[in-house]
């Protein structure tokens, strides 16, 4: 009894401190686009908004070169004899990565610079910091050292924080050049120092470990085709709306759904967390189990990103007008259509996350990529018949097709597995 009470007490505490964590990333993410949208010009936002998005796409490209292997892996320091090798390739990898992404993004700025305000010479900072930064924070919940990645993502809080604000004061007007440059900072400072205290002991015979990931490509080549495609369906509207209308249109279109962002955070939250759950239900083979806590979350996380649009709706004529002055008071209708497309993004967390724990990464991708093909078909033709706001009904019935065609591989796995 008193065994499973602890285990029961410890899995509370992953959950607890895994919201904490995602709070604090939470308020650091919508902290800083909420200042920004009253501080600096709609134009200047659009820009930011999209480095911002490009980072978060390329994380889940991160997510499938690296870190994907790692959270399949049992918990334990990064020298424990189950972790070691796999810890120092991925290490290596990481590495690998984030040199081609500052190469990458240097090109990327010098095109875009050539055609409009999304040029920010900045960015070759930020991009590469913020992925490092999410490297050690995930890392981190891999091992098991949830308080770790807490401290790691709160030290970004703080640092960024101070850094804005000064910014903020020196820089008159604070363009998306200055913003860039002082979160790039800020995740660099503390990402690096996280690396240096994760790492020790992994970068010994480094070098020679790397041709081993070759037994990791094919994997990670459909965690690349899978996770990505989703990333790019949720951030398609970004490149969609920014390339036809513009930095101020999509700076409205950003700024109503930035108030969506704690339905993601928390379905984030909940996959980092409920990972160690559905693999002990998993070598358990407790199939009933194990769905009936996908099919809970998922209940769970559609009725809290429907009760929330619901809460910022009520609530929005009050927020522009107190807060920002009543810029983007007239996006209230965009709101709803947000808060429908929270809650099929949270239905997709929670499936790819037990896709993932079965290791079903190319049924995973193949069915992620053709629904996405379609659907981001579906974002440009509702742009044409709708305008700007078409690309949200585009992207909510997107993520509807890629989460039915999910469940379906799930339900087919699932049947396979109990026959076994």
Not at 56 to 69: D, G, I, K, R, T
Not at 108 to 136: D, R
Not at 393 to 415: D, F, H, K, N, P
């Amino acid at each position: 009894m008193r065994g499973l009470a602890g285990r029961r007490l410890g899995g509370a505490a992953r959950y607890l401190t895994a919201i904490v964590e995602q709070g604090l990333f939470s308020l650091l993410n919508l902290g800083v686009v909420l200042v920004l949208g009253r501080l600096i010009a709609p134009e200047q936002f659009g820009a930011c908004v999209l480095w911002f998005s490009v980072a978060y796409v390329l994380a889940s490209v991160q997510n499938a070169v690296s870190l994907a292997h790692l959270q399949v892996l049992p918990g334990g320091k990064g020298l424990d004899p189950a972790r070691f090798d796999t810890e120092r390739l991925m290490l290596g990898a990481t590495a690998c990565f984030l040199l081609l992404i500052i190469v990458g993004t240097g090109l990327a700025v010098v095109l875009l610079g050539q055609s409009g305000a999304f040029g920010v010479w900045t960015a070759v900072l930020f991009v590469p910091a913020y992925l490092l930064q999410q490297y050690v924070r995930l890392n981190a919940f891999s091992r098991g050292e949830g308080g770790a990645a807490t401290l790691q993502t709160g030290a970004v809080l703080v640092v960024a924080v101070a850094l804005l604000s000064a910014g903020a004061a020196l820089f008159r007007p604070l363009e998306a050049e200055h913003v860039l440059g002082l979160m790039g900072t800020a995740y660099a400072v503390v990402g690096l120092f996280g690396l240096m205290r994760s790492s020790r002991g992994l970068w010994r015979g480094l070098s020679s470990a790397l041709p081993g990931y070759v037994a990791y490509a094919r994997q990670s080549g459909w965690l690349f085709l899978g996770v990505s495609s989703t990333e790019v369906l949720a951030r398609f509207y970004v490149f969609a709306v920014g390339a036809a209308y513009g930095p101020g249109v999509l700076a409205a279109l950003s700024f109503s759904q930035t108030f969506m962002r704690p339905a993601p955070l928390l379905a984030s939250s909940w996959s980092m967390a409920a990972r160690g759950d559905l693999v002990t239900r998993r070598e358990a083979r407790d199939w009933r189990s194990y769905m009936g806590l996908l099919s809970l979350s998922a209940l769970a996380g559609v009725v809290f990103a429907v009760v929330w649009a619901g809460v910022i709706w009520i609530a929005w004529p009050t927020i522009t007008a107190w807060l920002f002055h009543d810029k983007y008071a007239d996006a209230r209708w965009m709101l709803p259509l947000w808060g429908i497309s929270a809650a099929f993004g949270f239905i997709q967390v929670v499936i790819s996350t037990g896709l993932q724990i079965l290791k079903a990464f190319k049924a995973l991708a193949i069915a992620n990529a053709a629904a996405s093909a379609v659907a981001a078909l579906g974002v440009l033709w509702g742009m044409r018949q709708m305008g700007p706001g078409g690309a949200i009904v585009g992207t909510a019935a997107g993520q509807a097709l890629e989460g039915a065609a999910m469940l379906a591989v799930l339900i087919v796995l699932i049947r396979r597995l109990r026959r076994e």
